[in-house]
């Protein structure tokens, strides 16, 4: 069978069972397993399919009609221009945390730092920094065991194993360190909008690393609470928060004694960062 047509057919498959982006996840899907770029899958689409990679795409994609997301299918999701490999104990990295790491680049360029990422999951935030921050160095901890894994892969994949170390670590057991930047994506759904959430998040992402409570904030407190204590005097905290909750995010780091110095919007003007510090010691 040659690419357009199995391409088609995967295509009207997966738009059967509703999902919206039918053509361009059954191109990713096939692109991966052919291991050529999406681009020239397009352009040669009259090539023949082995028999062997047609029964692999033909099972990707039914598992794809059940909601099960390509990143975990392809077992790969694409952020700040990289390929991390993800798993089912990581969180899917989004476009929108990306907008947490253009200001940090910004601000710590040519800055020897020392970072710490609390919920490092697959590990794409700091990775991310460090690619930028050739002087920087980190330490990425979570609760989840094979999140640790994926992430100390993706700072191989990336050469980058020897400025970041990572840990499986509860922050409530955090106490070593002073750090001149901490990051956080906290779990911040409530625990009303678990049900809400699409079939590809709540059917296959892990809940641990999305639900933050009855009110969401619960580790988004837990994290302001214990960067008092790993953060130095003029340290950075940055936050990526959810839906409508700037206003009491923002209530609580001044409760802590934070000092707001910027807040970045998501592309439906939402604030989705909060980057605070102890003093004034940034100027934006």
């Not at 592309?267 to 003093?279: A, D, F, G, P």
Request: glycine share 4%; net charge positive; hydrophobic share 35%.
């Amino acid at each position: 069978m040659i690419i357009e047509e199995t391409i088609k057919k995967a295509s009207k498959t997966l738009k059967d069972s509703s999902i919206r982006t039918h053509e361009l996840d059954a191109q990713i899907i096939l692109s991966d397993i052919m291991k050529i770029k999406r681009e020239n899958l397009i352009l040669d689409n009259k090539i023949n399919i082995s028999q062997k990679n047609v029964n692999i795409f033909e099972a990707a994609i039914r598992r794809r009609a059940k909601k099960e997301p390509v990143a975990y299918i392809t077992g790969k999701k694409e952020f700040w221009s990289e390929n991390f490999i993800v798993n089912k104990a990581t969180l899917i990295p989004r476009p929108e945390t990306e907008l947490l790491i253009y200001k940090l680049i910004d601000l710590f360029k040519n800055k020897r730092i020392n970072i710490l990422d609390i919920g490092t999951g697959s590990g794409c935030i700091i990775l991310s920094i460090l690619k930028e921050l050739k002087l920087a160095r980190g330490t990425g901890i979570d609760i989840c065991h094979k999140a640790i894994r994926m992430a100390k892969k993706n700072s191989e994949n990336l050469n980058l194993n020897k400025r970041v170390k990572f840990k499986v670590l509860d922050l409530n057991r955090c106490n070593l360190g002073k750090y001149d930047l901490i990051v956080s994506n906290p779990p911040y759904i409530p625990s009303i909008g678990i049900k809400n959430l699409s079939k590809d998040i709540k059917n296959y992402e892990p809940l641990i690393a999305l639900h933050g409570g009855v009110d969401g904030l619960d580790l988004i407190k837990k994290v302001i609470y214990k960067s008092n204590y790993l953060l130095k005097k003029s340290g950075l905290l940055s936050l990526e928060i959810g839906y409508r909750q700037y206003q009491k995010v923002n209530y609580i780091l001044k409760k802590h004694g934070y000092r707001e110095i910027s807040k970045e919007y998501d592309y439906k003007r939402n604030v989705r960062c909060i980057l605070s510090t102890k003093v004034n010691f940034f100027k934006i």
